[in-house]
């Protein structure tokens, strides 16, 4: 979007309708509008724009964002800081080790306990199919009625930061990477993205990413070639999501088992290990009964299913395929890199390195992405807030 | 207090002696005189105006406000970083597991470390009877100390979090709930509560809450019956204190082992397990001696014991019994509910999902009354620095 | 430098040459030229008399500073987040535990994406010889990469909180301890330091604070005695820079295996316990090879080397022996205190307990220093910064 001039872009922001963002939550891109998953993209780039001229974007004078990491990260949690921080918000993680939840409190008693001044609430559930998607929107239940009973003085808005279903922060980065790297969203109309499965040593990665990209991208009038192996099947409804958005916007949504057939003449390519969405479906289902036996011995089914696709990783000979042998590579990191974190991996480590700088830079639009989520669950004419702001002109760090 | 304008209450709070509160810590309610405690309630029903107005209550620029929490907890955690955030500080957590804090080195050592730029330092340390409060006087001391000798620069003021004797910043919220339901605090004289044990299937629940309550709920001239059954006593030095605060505010404090008698006509019921004080003090002795097969003994003579009670259930049917059925029941959070988080517990879950609301309301002035604490032992005319915030009129969240 | 008017403290900090520092990190003294030393304590020094003064010092509106402590810590997280906060950076820990750090994930990705947002990153790895400091290389590496690349908005300065070779932060503060106790750096000049091994039952201390005593206090043109049993010799290389500093100073490093010798006469004491360069070098190379048996004899064997040593007490009998018998005690804390920590360690408990006052000032220059070191990294006129700061005279605390 460098290409565009700040005033411009709020010009351009100010067009699109953002009203049913305020004090919403974002959960699932395919929830919002065009104009909200754009004005997302312009409201990042705008805050980024801010920091760069050492403006301060300071809307909170205090304020608290809360997190929920139920997983580990590093990328997401230091995102989500960054985002908050950027913002004027401090950071309270709720670490449900450090807490003292009781067996069997209610996800609405905690819901409601953590939110008393909470302006945002970030939540990472990714790990149970059936679970993560559904915890978010009981948090949500619960602050709405928190609200409306009166118990809290405003309604805290949510992000997701992955879930089951979706991971929302990490596929609008991802597009946005591809809009500055193509030079703007229009751009990205027919050029064909490869999102494909790819070995890993290790099982039961989530399946958000796959499922987000797939969600995402057939948006913007791409062609999205979604490839695995036989039993490496994504969500049903979310495919049924992408091939509807793809018919609305004149791209295609094409599936394989070949990832030959995805990767040729691909422009993007999208190589990630993920695991099987029934056998994820199972465990969930083991877990709830307890067996831990059952849930070892599909342990090592998915793991010996994995050993038989060795064969998709992003080799320099698959990158060969795409469209001039140059297609961009992308990932949402950290990756598992052949020779480097373990044996054999998703990718090859020549590919990998060639695309470090990229990769890099996908990821450092996250803090963005997330900021501007919450910009615009928390302000009406995001347009005008931000001109203020520029306006206002405080700076960041003091005059050096 | 919603009946009162806030200039009026600005007038009111400007009459109270708050002089003493000044620079001094907030340990045990019945440390502090009316006046005192009336401030808190008043300044914190401000502050919680001046959030509802979205007027900033930031008054430190910069600052820490340290937390200990020797025990697991959500609701007062978030309280105290969210009463912190409100007014400009941030959270430092000593995690004394992260914490490089030598065997042998002395609480004197460490309070003086973490303190160099502290404002507050709030301490949750419940656990052992004897210990707690103990070692709060301990940092207090040491703190004392290290600002008369130059090592700090300011004398950090210290807020009870909960200790073995007192739990203020919950008794305090408490109160302020009852001052809002009967609208006032004038309103409470003649009110009957009813603290009562009540059964659960867990052991060693500390005795801070029931303690707090009749230390000072009988200086509002309410009618305190303490019920639990025989061998439950609470500390009997907060016994006297309550009864001497019922006689001096024309109140009473009456105990029984009976929990029907307690119940009958009471207008408030605030039914919730508690561990014998004696047996508590026991396994503070076991401990320090190491002997832990005597502690194993008295886990399991204590669940033992608890079993034999498990008819100190809020029912229905004791409900029946309270002021035409409608008593206020209240509780700390989280409460150990009949078939719910266990099979039989503190209260039936009819009953408990009646009262969720104002429990959960209950629970949301902790955070304002934390900050009460807080500012009151910061400013010295309260009254006069929350005016000229009123007056600064800096948006918490800018103009949307 | 009580001594000294602000004005006149502002006048020598502009006559400094600290352009260097400038957008560079602080990782050992010894980089760093003698202005800009100077530069730290006058910085830090004014950054003191602003927060006395109720001054804010929040140069940024808002920022991140990132710590990595690979290490426990008390002192240390509290005066990096003591510093942070007075600039007006919020801390963001990157722990490591609850990091989705990948098995073989590069310490290049880890650290830009940790840093998108990243003003400051302050990291403490003292743990093997030859690691630390090479990972702050490694740290500092990546981020200058990734803001040539473009993947950085800006270079995050960093700051060494302690790593195998020096440990500025604690050296710098104790210098500063050492200026204020003898009315100036010039007043340092001739003056006698020992900094002595002393006895601890336990094994493997580091050794950057006896290096980075001698590395610093040889520049003040003083007498450095460094004194050891045979065998615990410290790193060559420091010793090597010692030895120039001094003769660079006009000062003296003089190396002893008896401590009587180095008290004998001497104005300031710094007995500590240390493990020895060679068995910890040795001990790196176990942990790389995994080999468990031999750390477990090499720990039984530094025990017992450290057992020949008990007579290495910081006792009442030393300390007579120093000049008129009241040499200025120095330790960096937590100490081993015979009788009290430990049946018999560094220091006998009178000698601590009469120096108890001292050592906390000691330790309470810290947070000014790193904020200093933070300072000076991010403002090329750090004088008429802080001339800016007092003339804005902005509240750290509103008035009350």
Not at 41 to 47: E, G, I, M, P, Y
Not at 79 to 84: E, Y
Not at 348 to 366: C, H, M, N, T, W
Not at 374 to 388: E, V
């Amino acid at each position: 979007m460098s290409n565009i001039s700040t005033e411009e872009l709020i010009n351009q922001l100010e067009a699109l309708d953002t009203s049913k963002m305020y004090l919403n939550d974002f959960l699932l891109t395919w929830d919002k509008k065009n104009d909200e998953i754009d004005a997302v993209f312009k409201t990042a780039w705008l805050l980024s724009m801010l920091r760069k001229n050492n403006i301060s974007a300071k809307v909170f004078d205090s304020g608290l964002g809360i997190s929920i990491f139920r997983d580990n990260s590093t990328r997401t949690r230091f995102s989500f800081a960054s985002a908050c921080n950027l913002l004027g918000l401090a950071v309270a993680d709720l670490d449900e080790g450090k807490s003292q939840i009781a067996h069997g409190e209610t996800v609405r008693e905690t819901a409601n306990m953590v939110s008393f001044m909470a302006d945002i609430i970030g939540i990472r559930d990714d790990m149970y199919i059936g679970k993560g998607n559904a915890y978010m929107k009981e948090v949500a239940t619960a602050v709405d009625d928190g609200y409306k009973k009166g118990i809290l003085e405003q309604r805290p808005t949510l992000v997701n930061l992955q879930c089951d279903i979706d991971h929302p922060t990490q596929s609008m980065a991802d597009a946005m990477h591809l809009i500055n790297t193509f030079g703007g969203i229009e751009n990205l109309k027919g050029k064909k993205i490869a999102m494909t499965w790819a070995y890993s040593p290790s099982y039961g990665k989530p399946l958000s990413v796959p499922q987000g990209i797939i969600g995402l991208m057939t948006r913007f009038g791409m062609e999205v070639a979604l490839a695995h192996p036989k039993g490496y099947e994504v969500m049903q409804e979310v495919e049924k999501t992408a091939a509807d958005n793809a018919a609305k916007s004149g791209g295609t949504l094409k599936k394989t088992n070949d990832i030959e057939e995805a990767f040729e003449n691909a422009d993007i390519v999208y190589p990630k290990s993920w695991a099987p969405f029934e056998a994820m479906k199972n465990r969930t289902d083991y877990y709830g009964a307890g067996d831990f036996k059952a849930i070892k011995n599909l342990e090592k089914e998915l793991l010996a299913q994995n050993a038989e696709h060795t064969d998709w990783e992003c080799s320099e000979k698959l990158m060969k395929l795409t469209n001039k042998g140059k297609a961009l590579y992308m990932h949402c990191l950290p990756a598992d890199i052949t020779g480097v974190s373990c044996k054999k991996g998703e990718v090859e480590a020549s590919v990998f390195d060639r695309y470090k700088i990229p990769l890099y830079q996908q990821a450092g639009y996250k803090p963005y992405i997330i900021a501007a989520m919450i910009f615009l669950s928390k302000f009406k004419n995001p347009a005008k807030s931000i001109s203020s702001l520029i306006k206002k002109d405080e700076k960041r760090i003091c005059q050096r």
